[in-house]
């Protein structure tokens, strides 16, 4: 959690604003004297401050923290005329926030080399709450949308692909030529619109071609938003009306919004539960995730001290102390893959190995080979299971078979039973209107118990015992049958209901993790410690996938079992409706014989039903013995997961123990080190009692000597005393006479001195005065020797620029004349004339650039036509290929089928209707053939229509071409009419240059003049002082004399 960065920047003031402002700076705190407010940010800035300054307090470490993945937003807010865009902006002396962060952006790059980038830069304005594409000034009015990977987005912005701080600029620079701009009466230049301008970062680990497969795939990518708000303005003060009374009326609506979601946040309503007012405006909307979501945000909070706008600028400053306590929670943005997640936790597993075998943890070895080892049993386990899986679908598969055949055996019964139903019939019709019952004779019931006797043993059903001793009465109808299957069909629901028990008892993992088994989504993994807890995780989802593999093949034996019983019960329905059809159709046709035969037809048709239900019975026996194998299988590997968890826990228990192993030795040590220190202490110690009490000895010995001293000094001190006082009064009358002795011996000796200085002083002025006589008679002589040189050079010197001043004039006169016949407005237009002949050469580069561009794409656009093209002709060849291989298979057939049947026909038919079996194939053939031929040309006419097009393309192509070489032919023509125009312009300027040079000779003329001036001036004030000299050393050496 990290709150909103917030700085002030004061605007310089005039003279007269400054001695009338109220607002006082001192340090980071803005107040008005003598009043109670007073607001304190991050950093304040003064009147003298520059934009880098500004941009180094913050945003600088918000462009790396964006290189770094890391969200960033700078926006700059304030009044109107404040200097907003001045900051974010700047100018050409002093760039702004923008530019400066656009440079540093690709300075951090160009120093990352272990990652590579992907730069997009957008542009847009919010201009009375609709917004612009500053890029592409006819997307207007675009709609923000919001999604999960996304976030909240402005649907249909340009984002152009950036690759230098300068193809940045001169976006920015197009973008800003269709920004709305306005005059008022506070600034002439207001801007009428938000801008946010937008880059979007992406990178990702550098990689070699060898190493393609084996890195991660996590992309990085982050968005750095520098927004230039418009400034809140009075209509009092700006004087708007109209369109500029809408436009601040806007500006002032989004701004509120914004104090308001600012106030919001920073009472912590978001945090509350409360409502927060992002989508009161689009500038919030837009804005929203800098605003207490996920990035680094910092507020640039412009003002002026100006007397006049102190009601603003409280306003201001109020907005940013709330934004002050507004907090971010800035992450990195990763876009990661599965693979990507896996390739991260290999990695962090192999850091982990690294780290267990730095430290020197040598007894875990054994433990982690053990471990080891039991993953690679329950991997083994893991295969066997999976083998029998294959077998036990091997088994259902002959199962499948089984079932198939009983299925054509119950078809052949039903036909059987049907047989049998036409012959009960017979029966039925003699006995007209009685009530339909099975009535055999004693034989056929004989016959009936004794395979019911030897079937109720054999019939050990899960659903109901049989009764063994039950009265044998009338046979059962068909409708009991029925009941039977039907109740035969319910038992696979009672085997569920068994295995799903058995399946409760076993220990079976939480549902919340069978959850995301089959989800592409996989739930984020927690960082493990170790490399065994991710491997059991895998062992686990491997276990899940076998219980959802086993639950899907039991459901499919389940519904194969249900549909068995099904046909079962509709085959024995089928025999009863036939039973019934056949009765009514078939009324006298009845004998005695046919009772006998119908009543052992229907029991065998009895038996055979009973067996196949015997059968669907063993097949759930044994589908219950495959459940219950299964879960065994399932118990094993809960058992294995388990016991390997049981072995990792007890691992951790030996790290724990042998951690506080470690701690209880530390301690130990410590407690002997300290009991070590203690007892050496305690010897330290006794040791200086004793001499302590030596020395308490010593100094009571001591203090009696001194005692005894002291008396002794005091009476020699009372002896001394006396003697001293005597000797005092000697010594005083001793001092007076020894100063006087010296101040009459040092006034002798000043006196010497003086004498001897002055002396010494009058010798040494006296030299001096020799010597600078001698001095000044040598200068006079070489300033005399020095005038009549520069005199003759002055001669020489003025000859020259006679000369020179006459060539001089001679080439004026020349030029004058040429300046004559070229005149200043013929020269003015040609200058003009090669000022708009090189703007239309610029134009037409630009053009010609934007073509050659057009032509590339297009260029582009038909390669991949051709490409297509070709391969849809290479399929067609294919196809055609295909097509005659087809026919000729088909004449082939077509041959041999019209032999062997003519070989049939020539066998058993009729010469003639082996003739019109002969001419109805042939018919056919031809049709087949026709059709053939129909398909063969139209894949001919398809073909040549695509080799059509794609000789169009390369016309095309080459057309391209040659535009693109007359487009350079212009291009060199357009480069050497701008060569000329350039030397022509280059000659120009040599003439000018030519008239700047007679200028200033004449100038450097007029200078040697005045210098000439200068020196007679020197020369006349050195004689000057020469005379002087003269006089002095005169009146000094007469002086002297007189000395």
Request: charged fraction near 30%; proline fraction near 2%.
């Amino acid at each position: 959690m990290e709150r909103i960065h917030v700085t002030v920047r004061a605007r310089p003031l005039s003279a007269e604003d400054s001695k009338t402002s109220p607002w006082r700076i001192s340090g980071n705190s803005v107040f008005i004297p003598n009043h109670s407010t007073k607001f304190e940010f991050d950093r304040i800035f003064g009147e003298d401050c520059k934009t880098e300054e500004v941009y180094k307090a913050r945003t600088k470490e918000i462009v790396a923290a964006a290189v770094r993945g890391f969200n960033g937003t700078v926006f700059a807010y304030g009044q109107t005329n404040s200097g907003k865009t001045h900051t974010m902006r700047g100018s050409a002396s002093e760039p702004g926030v923008i530019p400066l962060a656009v440079h540093d952006l690709f300075d951090i790059i160009q120093e990352d080399t272990d990652r590579e980038f992907l730069l997009r830069m957008s542009y847009m304005e919010i201009y009375n709450e609709d917004i612009n594409d500053l890029l592409a000034p006819e997307h207007r009015k675009l709609q923000i949308h919001e999604n999960l990977e996304r976030g909240i987005y402005v649907a249909g912005l340009r984002e152009e692909i950036v690759a230098s701080p300068q193809q940045v600029l001169d976006l920015m620079q197009f973008g800003e030529s269709h920004r709305h701009i306005g005059e008022t009466n506070m600034n002439v230049y207001s801007s009428r619109s938000h801008t946010i301008f937008r880059m979007i970062i992406e990178s990702r680990k550098r990689t070699e071609d060898e190493d393609i497969g084996s890195t991660c795939d996590a992309v990085r990518v982050s968005v750095l938003n520098l927004v230039d708000l418009a400034g809140s303005e009075r209509a009092a003060k700006t004087g708007a009306e109209g369109v500029r009374l809408k436009e601040g009326s806007h500006i002032n609506k989004s701004l509120m919004t914004l104090g308001t979601v600012i106030k919001k946040l920073s009472e912590g309503a978001e945090s509350q539960g409360g409502h927060v007012p992002y989508r009161d405006s689009k500038l919030t909307r837009i804005l929203q995730p800098a605003l207490g979501g996920n990035a680094n945000t910092a507020i640039i909070c412009n003002i002026t001290l100006a007397q006049i706008h102190t009601d603003e600028t409280k306003s201001s400053l109020q907005f940013a102390s709330r934004a002050l306590r507004v907090t971010n929670c800035a992450h990195v943005n990763e876009i990661l893959t599965d693979a990507a997640l896996l390739k991260r936790q290999k990695k962090e597993i192999e850091e982990l190995r690294a780290k267990l075998q730095g430290s020197h943890s040598e007894h875990l070895e054994e433990e982690i080979l053990n471990l080891r080892n039991t993953l690679l049993q329950s991997e083994l386990e893991r295969e066997r299971i999976a083998l029998e899986l294959e077998e036990e679908k091997r088994a259902q598969a002959e199962r499948e078979k089984v079932l198939q055949e009983q299925a054509k055996k119950i078809k052949n019964l039903s036909s059987m039973v049907l047989h049998s139903n036409r012959d009960e019939n017979r029966d039925q019709q003699k006995k007209g209107k009685r009530r339909d019952t099975w009535c055999p004779g004693e034989l056929s019931r004989q016959a009936v118990q004794e395979m019911m006797d030897t079937n109720i043993p054999s019939r050990a059903s899960s659903i109901k015992p049989m009764k063994g001793s039950r009265d044998m009465g009338p046979l059962i109808p068909f409708d009991e049958l029925v009941t039977e299957t039907e109740v035969g069909a319910d038992s696979p629901q009672q085997d569920e209901n068994c295995s799903n028990n058995t399946l409760e008892d076993c220990t079976l993992p939480d549902p919340c993790t069978l959850l995301h088994v089959t989800n592409r989504r996989k739930v984020p993994l927690r960082k493990k410690s170790l490399l065994e807890d991710n491997e059991l995780v895998e062992m686990q989802a491997e276990y899940e996938e076998l219980l959802l593999k086993f639950e899907t093949q039991r459901t499919l034996t389940d519904i194969q079992i249900d549909c068995l019983t099904r046909q079962l019960a509709e085959a024995e329905l089928y025999s009863s409706d036939t039973y019934n059809d056949f009765s009514t159709s078939h009324c006298y046709r009845s004998s005695n014989y046919a009772d006998k035969n119908v009543s052992l037809r229907e029991l065998e048709a009895i038996h055979v039903i009973k067996q196949l239900q015997e059968k669907i019975k063993t097949l759930e026996a044994e589908k219950c013995s495959s459940q219950q194998n299964l879960n065994s299988v399932v118990e094993l590997a809960t058992e294995q997961n388990i016991c390997a968890r049981q072995k990792l826990e007890e691992l951790h228990e030996e790290l724990k123990s042998a951690r506080e192993e470690a701690k209880v030795t530390c301690e130990q040590l410590a407690l002997k080190e300290s009991a070590r220190v203690i007892d050496v202490t305690l010897d330290s110690e006794i040791k200086l009692s004793m001499e302590i009490q030596d020395i308490v000895s010593e100094v009571q010995n001591s203090r009696k000597v001194v005692d005894t001293l002291s008396s002794l000094l005091d009476e020699v001190f009372q002896s001394l005393s006396t003697i001293f006082d005597v000797f005092n009064d000697f010594k005083a009358f001793a001092c007076e006479s020894s100063q006087k002795q010296k101040l009459i011996i040092g006034n002798h000796e000043t006196l010497y001195c003086h004498t001897r200085q002055k002396i010494a002083d009058i010798e040494n002025e006296k030299l001096l005065l020799y010597n600078q006589s001698i001095e000044l008679r040598k200068e006079t002589l070489e300033l005399r020797h020095d005038a009549q040189n520069y005199e003759e050079s002055l001669r020489s010197i003025s000859k020259l620029q006679e000369l020179e001043k006459e060539e001089f004039l001679s080439q004026i006169q020349s030029l004058e004349k040429e300046i004559s016949c070229l005149s200043s407005c013929s020269l003015a237009k040609e200058k003009d004339n090669l000022r708009k002949d090189i703007e239309k050469t610029k134009v037409k580069l630009k053009e010609t650039e934007f073509k050659l561009k057009s032509v590339i794409q297009e260029k582009t656009k038909l390669e991949g036509e051709k490409a297509f093209a070709e391969k849809e002709i290479k399929r067609l060849n294919g196809q055609n290929t295909r097509l005659e291989r087809d026919i000729s298979k088909r004449e082939s057939l077509a041959v041999r089928r019209r032999d062997s049947v003519a070989d049939r026909s020539s066998k058993v038919l009729d010469p003639k209707k082996s003739k019109g079996l002969a001419s109805s194939l042939e018919f056919t053939m031809q049709e087949d053939y026709r059709k053939l031929e129909v398909l063969a040309f139209e894949m001919e006419t398809t073909i040549a229509s695509l080799e059509e097009e794609v000789a169009d393309a390369q016309n095309e192509k080459e057309e391209a071409i040659f535009r693109n070489d007359t487009l350079t032919l212009e291009l060199e023509n357009l480069t050497e009419k701008l060569k000329i125009s350039v030397a022509e312009f280059h000659v120009l300027q040599e003439e000018v240059a030519c008239l700047q040079l007679t200028d200033s000779l004449l100038e450097m003329e007029e200078e040697k003049a005045i210098w000439s001036a200068k020196e007679k001036a020197s020369i006349e004030t050195i004689e000057a002082k020469t005379n002087v000299n003269k006089m002095e050393i005169a009146s000094v050496s007469k002086a002297l004399v007189e000395v």
